[in-house]
């Protein structure tokens, strides 16, 4: 059994009147460089509720300054809202990060859900998916061509010239975020891989399966593709740990219908238990696993980098 690279999510939104530290969350991600983490996913909106309403960090510019405080700790967006983006600054905004991360960054990207974000800022929340397909097309050509030419919509591109280049080559791993059957065929013809969170390991095998006939189809090895899975976690005993986790579960997170995604997959208990449950997803054959600790608190951390993972790495 290969065991999966282990990330960790960072806490670039909060639920009001609590206000997400900047300064903290950078020092976060330079501590989970030294705890030995291999990836490091914030999360991304531009608006996020209403009562109660959630502030939130803009997932690249923390991401940027992250990569300048770190050397090792790949970053991602787990998802990057797309359609919201204008793709010719976002390509160049993504390459630049990939070049001060000198090659470290993982743009996790999905059509998005929040239609009052969609509106306030003026894209057209039913024509979304097609936008996202739009917009992962003038990404990676602008990354991989010398000169684009061509109109998609508004958007008019005459012999534009895109350097530098990232670091990556072709360029940073894409992968896609979404549940529908429609989002798995994209991760799987379009993208280099798969991301979703929340999925219990039933949930993920049946999920991953589509995605595998989807891409041996358009004749591409499942093997070669990213999957990712995150996961909430809590390190303590059970008994006080499935009431606590219930109730962050509930009064933060929202889990998108229609989707496999379920509160039953958060991992909690001993560290040899932690340890259990987590071996039930390695097997699923998935190659990253992003943990979300328990709000986020240091103890959690540590328990999990100094006591749950290296029972896994043995």
């Known amino acids: 059994m290969t065991v999966p690279a282990f990330g960790v999510a960072m806490r670039n939104f909060t639920r009001f009147p609590e206000l997400p530290d900047a300064g903290a969350l950078i020092d976060y991600g330079v501590r989970m460089e030294e705890l030995g983490f291999e990836s490091l996913w914030v999360w991304d909106h531009i608006l996020l509720g209403t009562d109660p309403h959630f502030p939130i960090l803009d997932s690249l510019s923390l991401l940027t300054a992250v990569a300048a405080r770190t050397k090792t700790i790949k970053i991602g967006t787990g998802v990057l809202v797309l359609p919201l983006r204008n793709p010719v600054i976002l390509a160049k905004q993504l390459s630049t990060i990939d070049l001060i991360s000198n090659g470290r960054l993982m743009l996790g990207a999905a059509v998005g859900w929040y ?42 591109l005459r012999n534009a010239v895109m350097f530098p280049k990232p670091v990556q ?25 798969w991301l979703t969170y ?23 090895d ?11 976690i809590y390190v303590g005993p059970r008994e006080v740990g499935m009431a606590k986790m219930q109730e962050w579960l509930h009064a933060e997170w929202d889990l998108s ?10 991992i909690v208990g001993t560290p040899a238990e932690c340890a259990e449950q987590i071996a039930a997803h390695i097997a699923t054959g998935v190659k990253k696993i992003v943990f979300v600790p328990w709000r986020y608190e240091k103890e959690q951390v540590d328990l999990l980098a100094h006591e ?5 790495r043995k």
Do not use: C
């Open 257 to 266: 219908k229609g989707s496999l995604s379920s509160f039953d997959s958060a």
């Open 115 to 156: 239609k009052r974000e969609f509106d306030a800022v003026g894209i057209p929340y039913e024509r979304r998916g097609k936008i996202m397909d739009r917009n992962l097309d003038i990404l990676k050509r602008l990354w991989t061509e010398d000169s684009v030419s061509g109109e998609w919509d508004e958007l008019n």
């Open 222 to 232: 499942p093997a070669d593709l990213y999957s990712l899975n995150q996961l909430p």
């Open 198 to 220: 929340f999925y219990t390991p039933a949930s993920y095998t049946e999920a991953w399966g589509k995605i595998a006939a989807y891409a041996q189809e358009a004749g591409r």
């Open 308 to 312: 749950v993972l290296p029972l896994l």
């Open 169 to 193: 080559k072709p360029h940073p791993p894409i992968l896609i975020g979404g549940y529908v059957d429609v989002v798995l065929k994209r991760a799987a013809t379009r993208g280099d891989g």
